[in-house]
Structure formats: C-alpha cells, structure tokens
C-alpha cells in the first residue's frame, strides 16, 4: 500500500543541503505560480527530500504563507508516488526546493497543477541543464 504522508525525513532540513541548492548550480523548472529548484545524488538509496518557500516580501501575513504552504505540502504528498515509482530515480537522491513566485494568493488547483506540470517535467528529466 502506498503511504501518502509527508515524513520527517522527507523533509529538506539541512543548512548545508539548502545552501548547496542555492549556491551550487541546481537544475529548475518554472511552472506558474512554482518554481522547483533541485539537485540529484548519485547514491546507494532512493530518496527524496523537499522543502517549501514563501518570501515574506511577496506575501506579508503569515496566515496566508502557511495557508499556500499547506497547499503546497497536500498536493505534494498526495502525488509524490509519481516520482518514487520512476526506475529513472532509483539509487538516487532528490533533494529540492518548491518555490512559490507571486505576489497574491492562487487556489488550491492552480498549485496541484503547477506540481503535476513539474513531476511530469521531472520524470522526462534526462540529466542536461534547465527545464522551463
């Protein structure tokens, strides 16, 4: 059965993680009203882990930062199965950053569609530069 919940270790804690995906050259993929910025490790396990950002400058009240963050996290957990059941990222980590743009609140559809557009931009992911 799969399991749909959103895990602790499923999560992008990490200081030195969430720098290297700013500072090191990361592959993006731009789907409004989201951004996905990430990084692939070649290693033993498969893994991935996300992590969601809302800029404080683009929109002020936190309610409504944590309201599209809870979005975002929904459609997220609910879809992930399309990435993990990908062979293509077998014995690889995924670490990534979802990223919202505008300045005003979007639904709750438009953001599910973003994260469809960006795992279906994802699994056809060959490992060369940008997907916009």
Known sequence: MMSFSFRK?????????????????????????????FQINHGAK?????AFSISKRKVRLATKRNKI?????????KNKHIILQNPKFNNHDLNG?????????????EIRNS??????KLSQYTGEGNLT
């Open 115 to 120: 994260i469809h557009k960006i795992f279906e």
């Open 69 to 77: 963050k809870r979005h975002m996290v929904e459609v997220y957990r």
């Open 46 to 50: 498969s893994s991935m882990k996300v």
């Open 9 to 37: 270790w499923e999560r992008l804690k990490s200081k030195k993680e969430i720098d290297n995906l700013f500072n090191l050259p990361p592959i993006s993929i731009k789907c409004y009203p989201l951004i996905f910025r």
């Open 97 to 109: 950053v979802f990223i919202f743009m505008p300045h005003e609140l979007v639904s709750q559809a």
